[in-house]
């Protein structure tokens, strides 16, 4: 295999409404056909995407934005938050009636019993409300931790807590990262695992949270339904995830 292929999930490899196109899976069937090396990179827990994986059959892949590694079914690499300053943080957003839901590779809690933002914000990814258990991070390894509160909020926890990095996702939502962590941290220690070389490394991406991974492939593709920050990086834009933007950009490359 010479080269590989890392692909974000929402608005890219699924479309807006949380589906994946035909052509999307017949595109990634052709790539593994031509020997090219096929892995997921999100913001989801893995939890979050294992039915995904299984109609794909894609066993590698780079989670919680690149703090969870997995390469063929294995843990290859693992960034945990840091808990003490988690629960600083945690006790202080409930100060100011900020919810958190915490997560692992297995599962999610919620630091309360219902809230509207995680509601609408989770469930705009097809998921439930979690049940509560704001004791959730004692004694465990969680490697992001979502954060609800309204655009612009999340200022203050940028400003006060230097071990995290805070990425919005949904006008009710940020992720909360270990410092530095980024969907690029994890497709290194992937790459490096499999010897690829740089110019041999492609990403396809549409949010905030993949600013990173595309500017350290060799070749970031950017969906037509990109915010713009990404397309003015991107090495090329494809169309839009509904308008078969994979498979449009797979061809456009050669690699189909």
């Known amino acids: 295999m010479s080269k590989i292929v890392f692909f974000d999930i929402d608005g890219t490899l699924l479309d807006h409404d949380k589906n994946l196109p035909a052509s999307t899976k017949e595109a990634l069937e052709k790539l593994k056909e031509n020997g090219v090396f096929v892995a997921i990179a999100t913001g989801r827990a893995p939890f979050m995407f294992e039915n995904l994986r299984k109609e794909l059959d894609i066993d590698s892949f780079v989670s919680f934005n690149g703090q969870y590694v997995v390469f063929e079914g294995e843990p290859i690499y693992q960034n945990p938050l840091n808990n003490h300053k988690l629960e600083q943080l945690y006790l ?14 297995q599962t999610m809690k919620s630091s309360v019993k219902h809230h509207n933002f995680i509601e609408t914000s989770l469930g705009g990814l097809k998921f439930a409300h979690p049940e509560q258990d704001d004791r959730f991070y004692v004694d465990k390894d969680l490697f992001q931790t979502l954060l609800f509160c309204e655009e612009g909020m999340e200022e203050f926890y940028r400003e006060n807590y230097p071990e995290f990095t805070f990425i919005r996702w949904h006008p009710y939502s940020v992720d909360i990262l270990p410092a530095g962590g980024s969907k690029a941290e994890g497709i290194k220690k992937m790459v490096e695992r499999l010897g690829f070389n740089p110019e ?13 991974m595309l500017k350290a492939a060799g070749t970031g593709v950017a969906m037509g339904n990109a915010v713009p920050q990404l397309k003015e990086l991107a090495n090329m834009v494809t169309s839009d995830v509904d308008d078969n933007g994979i498979w449009n950009g797979l061809k456009e490359l050669k690699l189909i």
Not at 93 to 104: E, R, T, Y
């Open 200 to 212: 041999d490394v492609y990403a396809f991406g549409d949010g905030l949270n993949d600013l990173e």
């Open 92 to 105: 202080e957003a409930s100060d100011k009636g900020h919810p958190v839901v915490f997560m692992n590779h």
